[in-house]
């Protein structure tokens, strides 16, 4: 079965602090897709990143930077110098072979708080 | 400017009322799907549609319906709403080209059920 697990609840950083936020998933397809979406506190859900099972590059986007180990099964995230505006919560989720190939499954999400 | 639509946004309801919640996307997307949110177990399928009058369960069906009668619309119905569907509610959808298309997403409904 395909599952993700994000094992942090909530993460309460300092502005300019760093923080990483782990995502462990679980498939026994081949073929997969892994997201991170943030879901600000008005509520909608921003895609931020896809990253597929072949490419096990990490990447940067300005503040952002993924980290994707196939040997440990993870794809995490990491947001350097930390703003009040990154205050949200992270939504990682996994696209399976096996699933309709529309579906993502999500994990439970990890509430950020930044504080000035 | 490409969207998903969701109305209402907010919505309180009573027990047993029958309510639809409406999805409507403008890039012409196949695939077609709602979740619903809920604290501590992320965001989770309830039915998704890969075409017009194609539509099947996700992950947690129960106590709710959909239909797909053109490509655009994606309705969610509860027929007869409980407490326990208290959650808030995204519909999605994605081009349809195969694993890995990114979604989109509505704004989210949030519903309670009282």
């Known amino acids: 079965a395909q599952k993700v697990t994000q094992a942090q609840t909530e993460i309460s950083v300092v502005e300019k602090e760093d923080v990483t936020l782990d995502c462990v998933y679980e498939?026994?397809?081949?073929?997969?897709?892994l997201f991170w979406y943030k879901q600000p506190p008005s509520g909608e859900l921003v895609f931020l990143i896809r990253?597929?099972?072949?490419?096990?590059q990490n990447e940067i986007s300005g503040r952002y930077s993924w980290n994707f180990q196939k040997s440990t099964s993870s794809f995490n995230f990491t947001i350097t110098a930390s703003q009040v505006v990154d205050s949200a919560v992270y939504f990682c989720?996994?696209?399976?072979?096996?699933?309709?190939?529309?579906?993502?499954?999500f994990g439970a999400g990890t509430q950020v708080v930044v504080t000035p | 400017e490409a969207q998903v639509t969701q109305n209402p946004r907010y919505l309180i309801t009573v027990t047993g009322k029958k309510l639809t919640v409406t999805c409507s996307q403008n890039?012409?997307?196949?695939?077609m799907s709602w979740y619903r949110q809920d604290p501590g177990l992320g965001l989770r399928q309830i039915y998704y549609?890969?075409?017009?009058?194609?539509?099947d369960k996700g992950d947690v069906p129960e106590g709710y319906k959909v239909s797909r009668k053109e490509k655009r619309n994606f309705p969610l119905i509860l027929e007869s709403p409980s407490p326990n569907q208290t959650s808030l509610y995204f519909c999605?959808?994605?081009?349809?080209?195969?694993?890995?298309?990114?979604?989109?997403f509505g704004q989210g409904t949030r519903l309670t059920v009282v």
């Open positions: 890039m012409n997307h196949e695939y």
């Open positions: 498939t026994r397809d081949t073929t997969y897709y």
């Open positions: 549609s890969m075409n017009v009058e194609v539509t």
């Open positions: 990253r597929n099972s072949f490419d096990e």
């Open positions: 999605a959808s994605s081009l349809g080209q195969g694993l890995g298309t990114e979604a989109f």
């Open positions: 989720a996994l696209s399976t072979s096996t699933d309709s190939w529309g579906k993502l499954q």
